[in-house]
């Protein structure tokens, strides 16, 4: 075991993969020489080869095609889009491309590819660098989609998705990468900030994609949250006093519905929290989950804490991110009704 932040942990699952399967390639937007824009693929060139760790031209389509082509033939293709907000231009490859192909070829032809990328705020990228679009994907059948909230969880669940025989999307926090910070360099991490590193194995390990994690017990009510969130809310229900459970899905989609489920029906409350904008989120599609299965046992209105409808602002980060204050108010709503 070894102390890792989620870039070291990111790092050390990709060579494990690299060195446990010589059909495992990574490639994307810098991410050899460099060693990527935020250094998660930092040594593994020099280490594996630039036959195996090369850099892209920005072009993420191209990207996303070659790596389906790729995985077609036997390959195992783990690319970097350098920011979420970027991958939009891959969208018709991965949708029309990628998450069909083994259906249309009737088994046939798989593709076995992850694609990686940054996303959400908390470093003042402002609207082009700051988004969050797990919805999007979690729309498409064929792609699954995944966002660690911990050193320990992102290389179990990378390597998972390496591994998988279908296309994932693998979301990656920003904030979360070497310690979150509160927005001024001249002040020391906020008390509901996560712990930069964490306990993680050195060797092989894999966390199945499509399982939850109650990160914290619980029976007055459920909190159902994701990637950075999962800290906040942690730090929320602390504040709040009130005895509330948090699931960390880790996997948006497959989603472990009967752990979800299971919980909201023993509480009887539910909150759910993303950095997203509020519309059309993902916390819509968990307020309808949870709607048709618990229905009879909700004692409240289920509430959402979300990012606004409004492009992430750089001068006014921290007044769009949902924090501990929000999710306090929504734990008070939830338990006053």
């Known amino acids: 075991m070894s102390s890792m932040n989620m870039v070291q942990a990111l790092n050390s699952a990709m060579d494990v993969m690299l060195t446990r399967d010589p059909n495992v390639l990574v490639f994307g937007e810098d991410v050899g020489y460099f060693g990527g824009v935020f250094r998660c693929t930092a040594g593994l060139q020099a280490k594996h080869g630039r036959q195996r760790v090369f850099d892209a031209p920005i072009a993420e389509g191209g990207i996303v095609a070659t790596a389906v082509g790729m995985g077609a033939y036997g390959l195992r293709p783990v690319v970097e889009i350098q920011f979420a907000d970027y991958i939009l231009p891959a969208f018709d490859q991965l949708v ?7 259906y249309r070829s009737a088994g046939e032809f798989w593709a076995p590819i992850t694609v990686r990328s940054p996303c959400g705020g908390g470093i003042h990228g402002g609207q082009t660098h700051s988004q969050s679009p797990e919805s999007i ?27 998988d025989n279908d296309p994932v999307i693998f979301l990656e926090p920003k904030r979360l990468y070497n310690g979150p910070f509160d927005g001024h360099h001249d002040r020391p991490l906020q008390p509901w900030a996560s712990h930069p590193a964490g306990e993680v194995p050195d060797d092989y390990y894999r966390i199945e994609l499509g399982k939850a994690s109650i990160v914290r017990p619980g029976k007055a009510c459920t909190v159902l949250t994701y990637g950075t969130m999962v800290h906040v809310c942690l730090s929320a229900v602390e504040e709040s006093g009130i005895d509330a459970e948090v699931i960390d899905l880790r996997s948006l989609f497959p989603i472990d519905v009967e752990t979800i489920t299971a919980s909201v029906a023993r509480t009887g409350r539910c909150v759910i929290a993303h950095e997203a904008s509020r519309t059309s989120g993902f916390g819509a599609e968990l307020g309808q989950l949870v709607q048709e299965h618990c229905f009879h046992s909700l004692e409240s209105p289920i509430r959402r804490v979300t990012g606004w409808d409004t ?13 501990p204050k929000r999710v306090m108010h929504a734990l008070k709503s939830v338990m006053e009704n």
């Open 311 to 323: 492009p992430y602002p750089h001068a006014l980060e921290w007044k769009y991110f949902p924090g």
């Open 96 to 102: 029309s491309e990628a998450s069909r192909l083994r």
């Open 137 to 163: 994907f979690t729309h498409i059948s064929g792609l699954k989609t995944v966002m660690p909230s911990t050193p320990y969880d992102a290389k179990g669940l990378l390597i998972a998705a390496i591994e």
